[in-house]
């Protein structure tokens, strides 16, 4: 399961309402990032970060859609099982975007993860909880909050973007937890980040292609060292592509791995780029 699950609910004789939900025992992932003396290594984080994105996704592709509007790192809950569920639904809309429009509240959401572009009813899209996850996505790469008054610039999204812009990738790393062993993981990671929190929300991925380019990044993050290595080295020719591009095609990664397995030269495959905004 992708979600925390409902158990039940209740009116006292107040009007006053009560949900009961499944005990999650690891707690949040804000709990984690920020509250644990050992946070959790790079692993978890991809691992946690692509659940969190097939969940999103899950909603955006029911029928009628699910808008979150409130995913924040303190509603993802930790099960039992160490796995990653999403919840805190109380602001989610259910229905086609045109009905949810005319209906739903005025805009709503949590301090730091609000979409800049959601400034009135009309202006709900999915690609809000894209711009949520994408400062999700920061702070599980940073360990930092969405908002920290402790630093300068506060919001996560004004101090890494510039940084992910001149490719200092490692700069917003969270330092508890030492340096991502693939670069080309911490690169794909960062700047799907960035593209998901783009000024622009139609220029912002859907989460179908987040969870694509998440699925690739976990599975290069698997990879045994032999296999890193034979990756840094093609990330070094990577690298002298322009730092806001970035390849999410799972084809090429896969053309590239039968290359080497049956031992033979030729080309990497061309990259399909996204242009950051």
């Known amino acids: ?83 990653a569920r999403l919840g805190g639904f109380g602001l989610a809309l259910r229905g086609h975007v045109e009905d949810v429009r005319v209906k739903c509240t005025p805009p709503a959401g949590t301090l730091g993860y609000l979409d800049p572009c959601y400034l009135a009813p009309e202006d709900l899209s999915a690609k809000s909880d894209v711009f949520s996850f994408g400062i999700l996505l920061l702070e599980i790469i940073s360990g930092r909050n969405a908002i920290d008054v402790n630093f300068s610039p506060p919001s996560v999204v004004d101090w890494a973007v510039p940084l ?72 070094s020719v990577e690298s002298a592509l322009p730092v806001w591009e970035e390849e999410c095609d799972s084809d090429r990664s896969e053309k590239f791995e039968r290359m080497v397995k049956k031992g033979g030269k030729g080309k990497v495959s061309s990259v399909s780029r996204v242009g950051y905004g």
């Open 164 to 235: 992910i812009k001149l490719g200092d990738f490692a700069g917003i790393c969270d330092r508890r937890i030492g340096p991502q062993p693939d670069p080309a993981v911490l690169r794909q990671l960062a700047v799907l980040a960035a593209r998901c929190v783009r000024s622009t929300a139609e220029k912002r991925p859907s989460m179908a292609e987040v969870v694509e380019c998440l699925n690739l990044a976990r599975k290069r993050n698997r990879a045994s060292p032999i296999w890193n290595n034979l990756r840094r080295r093609v990330a």
């Open 1 to 83: 399961p992708r979600f925390v699950n409902l158990l039940g609910f209740s009116t006292d004789p107040n009007g006053n309402k009560l949900i009961v939900v499944e005990y999650m025992p690891n707690g949040s992932l804000h709990d984690l990032l920020h509250s644990v003396k050992k946070p959790p290594g790079w692993s978890l984080r991809v691992r946690f970060a692509l659940q969190v994105a097939k969940a999103v996704r899950e909603l955006h592709s029911s029928n009628p859609a699910v808008i979150h509007r409130d995913g924040e790192s303190s509603h993802v809950l930790i099960g039992e099982e160490g796995n």
